[in-house]
């Protein structure tokens, strides 16, 4: 055990201790008094998390990341699975500054006394630089963490803007402290490192780079790989430094090549003396690491820097403003929005320039004033997130859905095909699929036009019906024989792969790119692309290929046109992604009124309804396991996104009250309050989407079809707050405001008795989107009994 001052220890904790907590059951009983970001716990799932989960330190959709590591330096196998920060874990290995979908690096980790420049195993601390904590001497908050390193007597704080990292280290009376760069080892999702270089230069800056193979870059663009750079700059002159290869240590050197570099400052420190370092992050270039660096931080102090942090978080999470309720659900509804604006983050400098899909550098447009005209972004794939993601920033954050689309679009520009996921323009699509187009064609539709409508369609039109040459990481490589046949015939000659020539996915492809036809055919439409229209609108018909009517499920089909035999119905993987037939048959959200009519309507009621009662005893997925996929053997699983929308399909087979029903009923069993039970127990936060998901339940607004309608509406539900108030943003809607009060709400009334729109009597549960965006007010009251006279 290292050993450290006790009085060191105890100040510190002295200090940790009286730092604001955000601990969400710590508040006065009148909730409304709390800021927004007061009520975020990041704490929340972070057992089995993904890498950009756990990052409290950063500000909405920021390029920096700094965070704490518990296993970041094991990577992982697949590219996907949980690394990163595990709250069940008690050491930390350091704080990295890049976390995003495949993008991880640049470590720093301070220490005191001997040197050691590996990070160490989780189960033997003192064979590397890692470091004990305890949960009590951490604080985490949107825009700032903090947490006191045990075995060195050493607090550590993090903040950020959009593309600076901030670190302040504060320690203890030593002869030696020290701060280690750890920069050419594998971190998170980033795959093995290629190379890297880091730098002491004459100036007093600590710079470099390192580039990495990602899992999915190697799997989706094979040629290409990934480079973040850096430019430090700490605020107190070392006494010593050198570099390091691994464990290979080499004093006085200030310039290291190859995987395994990094370098080490050393200090001898007073009781209680800070280092601040502040660390500039590009995708491009040293330079535009330092320019970033220089442009948003030079005179900003770390206090200052949290206190701008803080603010712009308030500020975007309280653009939905709730009150009333249960403090459990405002903790749950706010750390979901937290994560929805978390994740995909910004890739392009702050002088417009951004990494290019064949590894060049680019050059978004600047206004007159030199000012970028939109930004690009770092992101996951966009499978399911028209169920959460979309809806959200289209009702709250609807600037971010236009630079979204922008950002995509200069992948296609530059490419030639959109990438449904990409990290700095690679093509890392995820699951093998793209659905940006439909993303595309839903933001048309609600007014967000502000880039090029012509690039859009194109692109959007070519990523449903083109399969000639089309690479690997733009998906749906199958959409040629989709085109042909009208469906993606199933042969287990491709089983858990898609290619040209078939797909072990068939059968949910099939059912996607019927959806995502139709959403273009809307987008068609409104440009008067007529014979366009009619060509996609009988693609989005493809669905009905698979639809056994002797099983009433959709169900493989090979090129013969024969089902096939020997059907599990809730295997997954045999025609199916991460899903099965019975719940992938739901997957027709553009036409779910002729599911419903092929079904019956009791029939169809009846077996959904069921579905809901036998998975509420499953947690409505994968129980307590701690597994990602651990649902997909279910008839329903919230883990995933196959079927996120399936609970508000009874507002379209006239019981619209079990939606309200089950929707609540996922809200208060599937989401926690924990560390280990938060999103599901382990279940797969893609970058948001599951935290979206509720934030849209909790409103009781929500779209089975993902704004794909050329005039689209929501679903009501019963919201589970007594007021609810959404910011309109005017750039791009009437309204200042939609309002939406809950009368007799509590856990006991969760069906709506009946609803007034704007003063005057409502009785449906389909809203037009136009209704809620020019703004007004709706008031819904509450009843434990359900209302049988709304139906529709």
Known sequence: MRAISILTLSILIILTSCSTSNSPFKSPSDNSSKSPSEWVDPMIGTAHSRWFFFTPAAIPFGMAKPAPSTDGHLGNADGWQAVGYDYRHTSIEGFANFHEFQVGGVVLMPTVGELKTVPGDLDNVESGYRSNFNKEDEIATPGYYSVLLKDYGVKAELTSTERVAFHRYTFPESEQSNIIFDIGNQQGESGPVKDAQVTYTEDGRIEGFVTTFPAYIKKYQEDADLTMYFSAVPDVKPDAWGTFIKGDVKPGSRNEEGIGAGLYLIYKTEEGSSINIKVGLSYTSVE?????????????????????????????????????????????????????????????????????????????????HGVPLFKHYNTDAIWGAFWNLTQLWSLAYPEYYADWIQSQLLVYKDAGWLGDGIANSRYVSGVGTNFVSLAIAAAYNVGIRNFDVETGYEAAL?????????????????????????????????????????????????????????????????????????????????????????????????????????????????????????????????????????????????????????????????????????????????????????????????????????????????????????????????????GAWYVMAALGLFDVKGLTEI??????????????????????????????????????????????????????????????????????????????????
């Open 288 to 368: 535009n690491a330092r320019l970033n660096l220089e442009s948003e931080a030079k005179e900003i102090s770390f206090d200052k820097a949290r206190e701008n942090a803080v603010s712009m978080w308030n500020g975007y999470l309280g653009r939905i403003k709730v009150e009333g309720g249960t403090d459990e659900d405002i903790t749950k509804f706010y750390t979901g929005l937290y994560h929805a604006l978390l994740g995909r983050g910004v890739a392009s400098d702050i002088n417009g320039a951004y990494p290019k899909n064949d590894g060049g550098v680019g050059q978004i447009p600047l206004d007159d």
């Open 462 to 690: 070519k990523n449903e019906i083109s399969g000639d040459n089309r690479p690997e990481g733009a998906g749906k490589l199958d959409v040629g024989l989709f085109v042909k046949y009208g469906y993606s015939p199933y042969s287990e000659n491709y089983h858990m792969q898609s290619t040209p020539q078939g797909s072990g996915f068939s059968a949910s492809h099939t059912m996607e790119y019927a959806f995502s036809s139709f959403a273009v055919a809307q987008f068609a439409k409104h440009l008067g692309k007529t014979d366009d229209y009619n060509k996609l609108m009988e693609l989005s018909n493809g669905w009905k290929h698979l639809f056994d009517s002797e099983t009433k499920l959709i169900r493989p089909k090979d090129e013969d046109g024969k089902f096939l035999e020997d059907f599990d119905s809730l295997a997954p993987w045999i025609g199916f992604q991460e899903g099965n037939a019975v719940q992938y048959t739901y997957y027709v959200p553009h036409q779910i009124d002729e599911l419903i009519s092929l079904v019956g309507v009791d029939e169809f009621n009846e077996r959904l309804d069921q579905s809901f009662e036998i998975s509420s005893e499953n947690i409505f997925g994968g129980g307590e396991t701690i597994d990602a996929f651990a649902g997909l053997h279910t008839m329903y699983n919230h883990g995933n996104q196959p079927n996120l929308h399936i609970s508000w399909l009874f507002n379209f087979s006239e019981k619209p009250w079990l939606s309200q029903k089950w929707v609540r009923a996922i809200c208060d069993e599937f989401y926690g309050t924990e560390g280990i039970h938060g999103y599901g127990f382990g279940q797969d936060e893609d970058q948001g989407q599951l």
């Open 711 to 792: 005039d689209p509406s929501f679903q009501i539900g019963s919201p589970l707050f007594d007021k609810i108030t959404i910011e309109l943003n005017k750039d791009y809607y009437k309204g200042d405001s939609f309002v939406i009060e809950t009368q007799n709400n509590s856990k006991d009334n969760i069906y709506i008795e009946s609803i007034n729109l704007n003063g005057e009597e409502y009785n449906s549960v389909h809203l037009d989107y136009a209704k809620v965006v020019n703004g007004g007010k709706m008031i819904i009251t509450l009843s434990n009994k359900p209302n049988y006279n709304i139906t529709e």
